[in-house]
């Protein structure tokens, strides 16, 4: 299944949003998630399905003004 | 001392945590000006990358309060998201919450802003939203449940200063009772004392500090500035006027 993850185009075969954080090296880290541009809260990441075409935001906390 | 949301906070100074030489100068930046608030940001992480926790164990380390912003959100969809993505992250209801209307000068989409507000107060936000001064847009802002407005003195990264004091004077007698801080376009603590001189309650710096040859001596420049500037509006200034009058006393004088 193709994806977009954090604005590059990637093949998964994860099929929630969890799954795909732990195949993508996340697991454990401090991030925050989107999936086509909603958020998509930590305790839900298990349950939300991926589909293809999917745009997935993966975000951590930066410096900012 | 400013009260945000019904939190007392302990400084007047809002600083920004980019830009700076190294984490232990921004660090220095915080412990020599008491800066009680630090602005944070959230941005897309690699897998491994692990950049976003490490950051954030060092602004934990600073034991001030933090304000997730929404930095280059130009739509009230990506705001919104961009704002509950921070919330998550950082823990606070707390949002600076920026919707950017033009590329060139960074200025606030007035339309948006107020839209976005709306949507986070009702979804149990305290929204800091980072405005102009002008007082039709802080008066929408506060209907739309905004207990604190921020507006701009010039342009994020300027350092020009307040450019509309009459805007900025006006918006501070409309809102007696509505906690204002000047955000964005400061570059010198002269400015920040005028921002309180007008009987601001805060302001929010950034690139004046991280970008100063000495940012940790422009952070307590910029703190000092602040109290001064305080102490001259609870003092009660005298009234300008255009003759002259003298201060030493005419009578007694010798030669009359």
């Known amino acids: ?65 | 001392m400013p009260v945000f949301y019904e939190t007392e906070i302990t400084s007047r100074l809002m600083l920004g945590t980019a830009q700076y030489p190294s984490p232990a100068i921004l660090a220095e930046a915080f412990h020599r000006s008491g800066a009680g608030i630090a602005t944070v940001s959230v941005r897309r992480e690699a897998g491994g990358e692990r950049a976003g926790q490490a950051f954030w164990d060092m602004i934990a380390a600073l034991g001030v309060h933090v304000l997730p912003n929404t930095a280059g959100c130009h739509s009230v969809r990506e705001a919104v998201t961009t704002a509950q993505m921070a919330r998550e992250l950082f823990d606070t209801n707390w949002v600076k919450l920026e919707v950017i209307g033009h590329a060139d000068t960074l200025q606030p989409d007035p339309f948006g802003l107020v839209e976005a507000a709306r949507i986070l107060t009702d979804d149990g936000f305290h929204v800091f939203p980072y405005c102009t001064e002008d007082l039709v847009l802080c008066e929408r802002l506060v209907e739309a449940g905004c207990r604190v407005l921020m507006p701009w003195g010039a342009p994020i990264g300027t350092g020009l200063g307040l450019n509309n004091i009459y805007g900025l004077r006006s918006l501070r007698a409309h809102f007696p009772d509505v906690p204002l801080v000047i955000d964005a376009g400061l570059g010198l603590p002269s400015q920040a004392a005028h921002a309180m001189e007008l009987g601001y309650d805060a302001v929010l710096l950034n690139t004046a500090v991280a970008k100063a040859g000495d940012p940790t001596m422009m952070a307590e420049g910029f703190a000092r500035a602040l109290e001064a500037g305080r102490l001259a509006y609870e003092a009660d200034p005298m009234e300008p006027r255009d003759m002259a009058a003298p201060s030493t006393p005419v009578f007694g004088r010798a030669f009359t």
Not at chain 1, 18 to 28: I, N, P, Q, S
Not at chain 1, 40 to 62: K, T
């Open chain 1, 1 to 65: 299944m193709k994806i977009t993850v954090n604005g590059t185009l990637r093949d998964t075969a994860a099929t929630t949003l969890d799954a795909l954080l732990v195949e993508l090296g996340y697991a454990g880290a401090k991030v925050a998630t989107a999936v086509n541009e909603s958020f998509v809260p930590a305790a839900i990441r298990p349950e939300q399905r991926l589909n293809e075409g999917d745009r997935i935001e993966i975000v951590a906390p930066r410096q900012g003004g």
